[in-house]
C-alpha cells in the first residue's frame, strides 16, 4: 500500500466544521486504498494570539517557554481531528512531536528537523490507523519542546514524508495550487500544474509563502513528491517536480514579493579598504542576515553612501549594533525605512534569456516607480521598492511578462 501524508493547513482546522470537512478528505485517500499519515497546523490565528501572550509576559521568541506556549496549538486540532476520524469509523490516534518523537537542534523559535523515528508512526500505520500528527514542534537535545518557525508545519509534513517513504505530500491550503504570483493581489494570476523544485524554493524564500522555504529545500533534498491542493475541491492542484520534467520553459514563472524587509543608509561613510567589513562582520556577528546592498558612486572620492537590507524583524537590533560602531565608521548619518516591499521575478528560463532585467526595469519605469536596490541571481531579479506600489509594480510584472490568465 502506498503511503500518503496529507498536511492541512491553519484555514482548513479553523474550526470543529471544518476539521469534519478534513476528516472526510482523509477518509476518501484511504478508502482510496493508500496508508494515510496526517499533519496539522494549529487553527487559523491561534499561532498569532499564542505569540502575542509571549510577549505580553515579556518572552523571547528563541526561548524554550516561547515554544512550550506556541507550540499548543497544534495540540488541539491533532485532538480533534482523530476524534473526528473516529466518529465517521476511521481507526486514528493523535502525536505530539515528542512521542513519536521528531527530533531537532535546539535553536528555539527556528529549530531544524534532525531527524524522524518511524517505529511508532509505523505502528499505527500497520494497526489500520492514520496517525495525527502535529506539525511545526519537535524536540531539542535537551528534551524541550521547540518550533520550526512560522509556516512549519508544511516542513513538518515533508519531513514525515521523507522519513515514511511516502509516495506523496499533499499540502492543502486555501488556494489549490501556486500561483504565477499571489492570487490574492493579482486576480489574473493563474495557477501552474507544475512548477520546479528550484523555482518553488526561490519563490517560497523571496516571499511567496504558500511553501515554507526550507520544506522546498527538504523536498529537493530527498526527492520527494510534494503537491499543493485545495482543501475546498478536488481540483488537481500544482506539482513541484524536477526540471527535467517541463516541457516548455518560460522566461519568467512567477513573480513573488515580500513586505518583510527593511532598508539602512549610512550616509557619508568612507571610502577605502576595510569599511565593508567592519559594517557586515559586526551584524553577522549579531546573526542577522544581510541581503541586498548597494554602494553609491563616491561623490568627493572620500566618501559614499551604503545602502543595504534586511529584515524587519532585525532592523531594530541591526541599526543598534551599527550606532554601536559610530566612531570607528564615521558615518556622517544612518537613515532607516522599513516602508519597502522587495518584488522579484523568477524563472528558470531566464539561463537561456536575455533582457529579464531590462524588460523589469523598463515595466517600472512606465509606471514611475523608482528602484532603490536590486539584486540578481542565475534565476532571478529582485528589486527594492517603496512598499506602496506593491500591487502596481506585481500588477505590471505579471501583463509584462506575459503571465496574465486569458
Ligand atoms: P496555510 O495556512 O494553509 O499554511 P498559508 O497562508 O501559509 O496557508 O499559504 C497560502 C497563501 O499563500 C494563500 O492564501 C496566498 O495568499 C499566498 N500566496 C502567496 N504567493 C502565492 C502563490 N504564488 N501561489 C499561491 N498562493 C500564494
Ligand atoms: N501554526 C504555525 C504557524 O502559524 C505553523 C504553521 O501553520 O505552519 O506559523
Ligand atoms: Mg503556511
Not at 9 to 24: F, K, L, Y
Not at 55 to 79: C, K, L, M
Not at 339 to 365: C, D, W
Request: net charge negative; glycine share 8%; proline share 2%.
Amino acid at each position: 500500500m502506498a503511503i500518503i501524508v496529507q498536511k492541512f493547513g491553519g484555514t482548513s482546522v479553523a474550526d470543529v466544521n471544518r476539521i469534519r470537512a478534513v476528516a472526510e478528505t482523509v477518509k476518501r485517500e484511504r478508502d482510496a486504498g493508500n496508508q494515510v499519515a496526517v499533519v496539522l497546523s494549529a487553527m487559523a490565528g491561534v499561532t498569532d494570539q499564542l505569540v502575542g501572550y509571549v510577549a505580553d509576559a515579556g518572552g523571547r521568541s528563541h526561548s524554550p517557554e516561547h515554544d512550550t506556549v506556541v507550540a499548543t496549538g497544534e495540540q488541539v486540532t491533532v485532538g480533534l481531528l482523530a476524534l473526528c476520524l473516529e466518529n465517521i469509523g476511521v481507526p486514528a490516534r493523535s502525536w505530539l512531536g515528542w512521542q513519536i518523537p521528531v527530533h531537532t537542534d535546539g535553536v528555539h523559535g527556528k529549530a531544524r528537523i534532525e531527524k524522524i523515528d518511524t517505529d511508532a508512526l509505523e505502528q499505527c500505520l500497520n494497526a489500520g490507523q492514520v496517525p495525527v500528527i502535529p506539525g511545526f514542534q519537535g524536540i531539542s537535545p535537551e528534551g524541550r519542546i521547540t518550533t520550526l518557525g512560522r509556516g512549519g508545519s508544511d516542513t513538518s509534513a515533508v519531513a514525515v514524508a521523507a522519513a515514511l517513504g511516502a509516495e506523496r505530500c499533499d499540502i492543502y491550503t486555501d488556494v489549490d495550487g501556486v500561483y504565477t504570483t499571489d492570487p490574492r493581489i493579482v486576480s489574473s494570476a493563474r495557477k501552474m500544474e507544475k512548477i520546479t523544485y528550484e523555482e518553488m524554493l526561490e519563490m517560497a524564500s523571496l516571499g511567496a509563502k504558500v511553501l515554507q522555504t526550507r520544506a522546498v529545500e527538504l523536498a529537493m533534498k530527498s526527492n520527494q513528491r510534494l503537491q499543493v491542493r485545495s482543501s475546498y475541491s478536488d481540483v488537481p492542484g500544482t506539482l513541484v517536480v524536477d526540471e527535467d520534467e517541463i516541457v516548455e520553459q518560460e522566461m519568467v514563472s512567477g513573480i513573488a514579493y515580500s513586505r518583510d524587509e527593511a532598508k539602512i543608509t549610512l550616509v557619508q561613510v568612507a571610502d577605502k579598504p576595510g569599511v565593508a567589513a567592519a559594517i557586515f562582520g559586526p551584524l553577522a556577528e549579531a546573526s542577522i542576515n544581510v541581503d541586498m546592498i548597494v554602494q553609491n558612486v563616491s561623490a568627493d572620492g572620500q566618501t559614499t553612501d551604503l545602502t543595504f537590507t534586511v529584515t524587519e524583524a532585525d532592523l531594530e537590533r541591526a541599526v543598534e549594533t551599527i550606532a554601536a560602531k559610530r566612531d570607528e565608521l564615521e558615518y556622517a548619518d544612518l537613515v532607516s525605512d522599513s516602508k519597502v516591499v522587495k518584488v522579484s521575478v523568477i524563472g528558470v528560463g531566464m539561463r537561456s534569456h536575455a533582457g529579464v532585467a531590462q524588460r523589469m526595469f523598463e515595466t517600472l519605469a512606465e509606471k514611475g516607480i523608482n528602484i532603490q536596490v536590486i539584486s540578481t541571481s542565475e534565476i532571478k531579479v529582485s528589486v527594492l521598492v517603496a512598499e506602496e506600489y506593491t500591487e502596481l509594480a506585481l500588477r505590471a510584472l505579471h501583463t509584462a511578462y506575459g503571465l496574465d490568465a486569458e
